[in-house]
């Protein structure tokens, strides 16, 4: 059973903006943001921000594609200095949040593993309760703007396979080979175990009228048409039981990290909420703060700490947690403390990868750092090297990545961000800085280019250029008389 609760993921790339400028940096407006000796100016910022096709005109947006130059200049030039990013070394310190997640779920499977199993007749009562209900089905999907010939097709479809269905042909084998529900279709169109009211009105109406083994009618709702089943019981106990150990399982972790916290008496500082709250605004200090946001019998969890779990986590949530009040960074505080310490407890029970998990581990971070510097266009020898000399190898890395960015500018290609925990890591070795009163600035000009361009575009069409008159075609007696 897989773990619910706090363990990480790698989502989307990208790092809050570093505000503790130097007096000489923020006396330079026109600057935006350095990294390896290298500037990104304001006025490249906003020509970039403007041309970006759907590009929103915000202040976060100007911040994500500051920070994302800074993460593409400091990992050009890591490569072209011949750092080893995927060394065991690197790659721990990258590949924590993975590493964390695989560790964190086996201690959780081996507590689970001594804890009484779930009576299977449990979930034969929460059938016949009927306050949980596992449907099945097909989707027939409709956009919500399709053209009437192509959303009759579709309920002509749906209603060819309802009569399949009525015939007796096998709903999942119909499901699997017909939904277009892709999280469904590869189990057989079975939904999760769900209360009533989950789903859209139409749906969830449907769905809940059905007796065991019933099908319902062709029904329309904002996502297309559904054939809906209702299984009966023998079918769908297992999810059932699952669903209920799913769930124990929640409390059950709940409670024992509850317990945890008591035993090795976590204690969140009062200061926590002001500390975690500013520790964004200056990411090269707070990567390497030791400031206490709690402790616990035995050690602490430092700023440093914090940043790692929060960056893990990705920009969204860590924006989130800037703007978040202060009993949800406490509470975020003892959730990565409980955390913290049901890793040691897994470590001093001697939970490790095995050499074959970390091998697949390792593989896949090679590869994916391959991936970056094909996407930046840095893996070239005349880049890597090392017999040319360092500066003529960060020259053209430069040139190269200034190349991909004039695309992405042009819309030629996408902003490519890196993982989260790699862009941490550079950081952390390297010196890099954000102006954010330059990029208030950037946004102002990326306004005002936009409103040009949309001025231009519109008296362009009310105005469209005057052909150029046709040349007149000589006579016979002109052409006789020309020398």
Known sequence: MKRTGFWLVVLLAGAASCSNMKDAFSIRPTVAAEAAGQELTVERLAN??????????????????????????????????????????????VLWPEITEMIGQRWHDTLMAHRAPMDSTKADSVYQADEIRVLQHILFKVDQHAEPPVREAQRKKGVSTLAKIRGGANFGTLATQLSDDYSSKNHNGYLPPSPRGRFVTAFDSAGWSLAPGAVAGLIETPFGYHIIRRP????????????????????????????????????????????????F?????????????????????????????????????????????????????????????????????GIHLSAEEWSGVMQKYQAQIDSLKAGLDLAGPDITDSTIPLSERQKMAQLRLDAVWNKIASGATRPRPLPPALSASLREHASFRINDAALQQALEQTRDLKAAKAASDSSAKKNPPTPPAAAPVPSDSAAKKAP
């Open 232 to 279: 009966p019981l023998n079918e769908v106990r297992p999810q059932l039981l699952a669903y209920l150990q799913e769930r124990a399982g929640v409390r059950l972790d709940s409670m024992y990290l509850d317990s945890l916290s008591t035993a090795r008496k976590l204690d969140v500082s009062g200061e926590a909420p002001n500390l975690m709250r500013a520790a």
């Open 281 to 349: 605004l200056d990411r090269n200090k707070s990567f390497r703060s030791t400031e206490r946001v709690a402790s616990y019998q035995g050690g602490e969890l430092t700023v440093a700490d914090y940043m790692r779990w929060a960056t893990a986590l990705g920009p969204q949530f860590a924006a989130q947690l800037q703007q978040a009040n202060d009993s949800a960074l406490t509470q975020f505080a003892k959730v990565i403390g409980q955390n913290t310490l049901l890793l040691r407890q897994a470590d001093s029970a």
């Open 48 to 93: 970039m921000a403007s041309t970006i096709k759907g590009f929103p005109v915000t202040l976060e947006a100007e911040q994500f594609l500051a920070n994302l130059w800074v993460d593409h200049t400091l990992f050009a030039h890591a490569v072209a200095a011949g750092e080893n990013l995927a060394d065991s070394a690197r790659a721990s310190e």
